[in-house]
């Protein structure tokens, strides 16, 4: 058994910012990752970061960009938090050594990005996560604050109060990768998820092979609601083989959509006929596929993006990554031949409901980053606004889990009187209802209400030891396969009612499979078939929540498009979808967005750019 | 071979008395493997020749029997254009058997998590298209650090050495929260670091050069780079620079270095690796520091 007041799960950006702020705090914290920190996929990330430094510049209207690129789903609170706090917390990472790129008087550099009234993404290169993230590890050696690496955490030790607001966590179970060794963590004030996004959920994706919901699904599975899980935002640009991103970078400088005719179809066929290529990414992503189903694909799955009339200079100039990206991960070289490429999944703009100080439902469980949903993103993501939630949002939860008083948060979570029952008829019952209930397939993630550690230690160990016992059945890849395939054919771009019903049938199919799961590799050293076992009964259930969100709201707003209601409904459906496990027959409720901040309401409005 | 000179330490036999349960089935496909009753090879099936690839991949594990002793397995991996050696892998393993172990997040050589040494020389396995390399493909673990399983390899001796250099800003002058201004920079010096901050700790460096393979206490190419980072940093001050230089020209620090540029060969990120620790061997001299 180990024992800290703050325990951070995960060491991307939110982690690391969480446990720098809860180990200034004067709080004993501990991060454990499946992943040593700088393997995080917070590298991955290359636009910037959003905030407003300069003169001329203003909190304000980075908080009027967010609300209004959000489609109007996020909550006004989070969002003003967001722009006040994001540029104190970025010239805090130049203090730590972060490389930003500079001007020639030597201030850092602030480029324009999409649906910005004012260029406010502060840069790296093209590599502001990579530097993000390294300068935080830094920061996380310097303090000595303590790091398992390759611990796998397997559940949380929450305790079993019929209601989940009256639930209290008390720390985590994980085992360690290399020895297979299965111990339960305390926490004496607070545990923080920080797992990033679900983005394996998905078939076509441009996120890393972690991300695999696990934060979602244990803090789901212990009562916590998921958040607004329907709005995935699809990049229009990845690689069609590995997922690999394609930067906006490419259309900014002048490339070219083209379909298997040569036609550049984006004008050709009216989709946008004054942004072109430069549209919305959500919109190029649906034209895209558009030309696919219409036939004029090419090898009937993708569409060539040309950059060969920049010339060599201006792609060596400008783009020179994106040479290496297409010429490592695809075999072709853009200076000779276009690109292919298709929509990808690439960021989840719900998840954990939490408050403005990272707290969920759940006394003690705290999220942060792209796991969690404060609301900032609401139905869309702007570029450049994920980097600064994790930085500023950790560092919140961080301060808050350790004890610092931030203030009485105007969010709420939970179940409530502010909250609205749905009725929608469900073509499968979701979550374990009906299904035998042995851990493998349905643990609730609470325990009783003493001892609540000791007891989820013993579950996880039971849970290992069946896994590893079963002799034959199904192999978890198969059943992964088969749910991101099916979230990937309907729960993508396009969604109708029919698909997305196709959807939770097979996740239900899925979910029956699971019960014949079985761990081929014996040994208990560096056992990655027992986690990926694992991983996968955690995507089930965050794919199953993302394909009931997606079922539910019957109206197009932001990344999610509705084929019977292709048009934003603010009558109806100015309100957030809560999904919660309740001990395995999950239900679904809304609660309505906050549109109020400090000083004004932000009305809605047309959203045109 | 290299990846065959370690002596597994905690060996757990399939009787320790730990593994409950004498007959359960875990330990019988224990048993199994050992006398060999299982195929774990994935045979060369139907598949024409041209559209597969033959991979041979390094097996180890110090806990099921007959993997003790170091083999390779054969693999026949459909073929795809834009397949990396990563992709290959993965399929083996999803496909083929699912004990196949290794490290991999992002798939974009950002993470460095799967440095592997791919036909006698470290790369990113999701970096390098198979179709350029000459079959069968030899895919074995980074060489001169200890064996986990498999591809795995130990890394905290890398990680030891890459705290040892003090790889963070020193400067304790973090401004109050009213005060937003930052340290001016000049683009030209952001330049003369950026190569330098691009190291994804993969660890391909260290695998390739001889010299730490036989001085275990030598700081090694990546953490060298990582000091030259800050030490060519102009936030940090004079003081601190001078600090750092007395890291790096100590006995096992710059002056170890034969300039054999295996570590900028193998660089994936391209890091002039060699140049860098060569600049700070002559910082050293400036400053009139000792050297050996």
């Known amino acids: ?92 990472l130049e ?130 609601p998921l958040e607004d899980m329907e709005f995935i935002q699809f990049h229009p640009t990845s690689l069609p083989s ?60 993708y569409v060539h993006l040309d950059m060969r009339h920049l010339g060599e200079d201006r792609i060596l100039d400008r783009l020179e990554n994106i040479l290496h990206l297409a010429e490592d991960f695809e075999g072709v070289d853009g200076l000779v031949e276009p690109m292919p490429v298709k929509p990808g999944q690439h960021y989840a703009m719900g998840g954990i409901e939490v408050d403005e100080n990272g707290q969920t439902c759940i006394d003690g469980l705290y999220a942060a980053g792209e796991c969690a949903c404060v609301s900032v993103h609401g139905g869309n993501r702007l570029g450049g606004n994920a980097l600064p939630e994790l930085i500023v949002f950790g560092k919140r939860a961080g301060a808050h889990a350790a004890g610092d008083d ?27 209802s009906g299904l035998d209930s042995a851990d493998a397939v349905a643990d609730g993630g609470v325990a009783a209400e003493t001892g609540a550690l000791e007891q989820a230690v013993e579950r996880e160990r039971a849970r290992v030891d069946r896994l590893m016992d079963k002799d034959s059945g199904v192999q978890h890849a198969e059943i992964r396969a088969k749910l991101q395939n099916a979230m990937t054919d309907y729960v993508n771009v396009f969604r109708n009612e029919e698909g997305i019903e196709k959807a939770l049938e097979i996740i239900r199919e899925c979910r029956e499979e699971y019960q014949d799961v079985y761990v081929d590799d014996p040994s208990t050293t560096f056992n990655t078939d027992l986690q990926q076992t694992i991983e996968t009964r955690n995507l089930i259930d965050v794919a199953e929540t993302i394909a009931l969100g997606a079922l539910v709201r019957n109206e197009f707003r932001g990344a999610h498009w509705r084929q019977e209601n292709q048009v934003r409904d ?29 000083e004004k309401t932000y009305e809605p409005k047309v959203r045109s750019y | 071979m290299s990846t065959q000179q370690q002596e597994p330490e905690s060996q757990e036999s399939p009787q320790d008395p730990e593994m409950k ?57 459909p073929f795809e ?105 000049t683009p030209e010096n952001r330049e003369k670091i950026k190569m330098s901050s691009r190291c994804i700790w993969c660890g391909a460096c260290m695998s390739s050069c001889n010299i730490a393979a036989g001085d275990n206490e030598y700081l090694g190419p990546a953490a060298i780079n990582k000091a030259y980072k800050f030490a060519m940093d102009d936030r940090e001050s004079e003081e601190i620079k001078e600090h750092r230089l007395r890291i790096l020209e100590q006995e096992h ?22 140049e860098h620790i060569q600049e700070l061997k002559r910082e050293a001299v400036k400053k009139n520091l000792k050297f050996w």
């Open chain 1, 1 to 92: 058994m180990y024992e800290h007041d703050v325990l951070v799960v995960g060491a991307g950006g939110a982690g690391l910012r969480a446990a720098i702020a809860a180990h200034e705090a004067g709080a004993d914290t501990a991060i454990v990752s499946k992943l040593h920190p700088v393997r995080s996929h917070t590298g991955a990330a290359e636009g910037g970061i959003n905030a407003a430094l300069q003169e001329g510049d203003d909190w304000e209207l980075h908080a009027y960009d967010t609300m209004k690129g959000s489609d109007y789903l996020a909550d006004a609170p989070a969002v003003e938090t967001l722009a006040q706090d994001a540029p104190e917390d970025t010239m805090r």
């Open chain 1, 95 to 224: 203090h730590w050594g972060m490389p930003f790129s500079r001007e020639e008087d030597g201030r850092v550099s602030q480029r324009p990005f999409g649906g910005l009234s004012y260029p406010r993404t502060t840069y790296a290169g093209a590599e502001t996560g990579h530097h993000l993230l390294h300068t935080m590890y830094e920061q996380v050696v310097k303090r000595g604050i303590q790091v398992y690496d390759e611990w796998y955490v397997m559940n949380l030790a929450t305790t079993d109060e019929a209601d989940p607001n009256d639930r209290q966590c008390e720390g985590i179970v994980a085992y360690d990768v290399q020895t297979g060794k299965v111990e339960g963590f305390k926490a004496n004030q607070g545990v923080i998820l920080a797992t990033g996004g679900p983005g394996q959920a998905f078939d076509h994706t441009t996120n890393a092979v972690s991300c695999t919901g696990d934060g979602h699904a244990m803090a789901y599975r212990a009562g916590a």
């Open chain 1, 242 to 301: 590995t997922g690999v991103l394609i930067s906006e970078g490419v259309r900014g400088e002048g490339g070219i959509l083209y379909n298997n005719d040569g036609e550049r179809f984006m004008f050709e066929y009216g989709y946008a006929n004054n942004s072109g290529e430069l549209a919305s990414r959500d919109v190029v992503a649906r034209a895209e596929l558009d030309e696919v189903a219409e036939g004029r694909g090419v090898e009937d799955e």
């Open chain 1, 406 to 432: 931030l203030g009485e948060p105007e969010i709420r979570t939970g179940y409530g009187d502010d909250v609205e029952d749905d009725d929608t008829e469900l073509p499968v019952a979701p979550g374990a």
């Open chain 1, 570 to 598: 603010d009558e109806n459906w100015l309100k957030h979808t809560l999904v919660s496990w309740d001990d395995g027959e999950p239900s679904i409720f809304y609660r309505p967005v906050i549109l109020e901040g400090e």
């Open chain 2, 21 to 77: 349960g004498a007959e359960s089935p875990q330990q019988r496909r224990l048993k199994e493997k050992q006398e060999g009753m299982v195929d774990e090879h994935a045979e060369d099936e139907a598949e024409a020749a041209g559209e597969t690839v033959h991979i041979k991949v390094f097996r180890y594990d110090p806990e099921v029997a007959d993997k003790q002793e170091p083999r390779f397995d054969d693999f026949h991996v």
């Open chain 2, 81 to 185: 254009k834009g397949m990396t050696v990563l992709d290959a892998v993965m399929y083996a393993r999803d496909e083929f058997d699912s004990s196949l172990t290794f490290r991999h997040s992002c798939r974009q050589a950002v993470c460095g998590s799967d440095a592997f040494f791919v036909n006698g020389s470290q790369m990113l396995g999701c970096k390098t298209q198979l179709s350029e390399l000459e079959q069968p493909v030899r895919i074995e673990p980074l060489p001169h650090q200890e064996v986990v399983k498999d591809l795995v390899v130990d890394m905290d001796h890398f990680y030891d050495q890459m705290h040892a250099v003090e790889p963070y800003f020193q400067d304790e002058d973090t401004p109050a929260a009213s005060d937003l201004e930052e340290q001016r920079q």
């Open chain 2, 253 to 274: 620090g710059v002056w170890r270095c034969q300039t054999q540029f295996s570590c900028t060969e193998v660089c994936p990120k391209d890091i002039p690796l060699t």
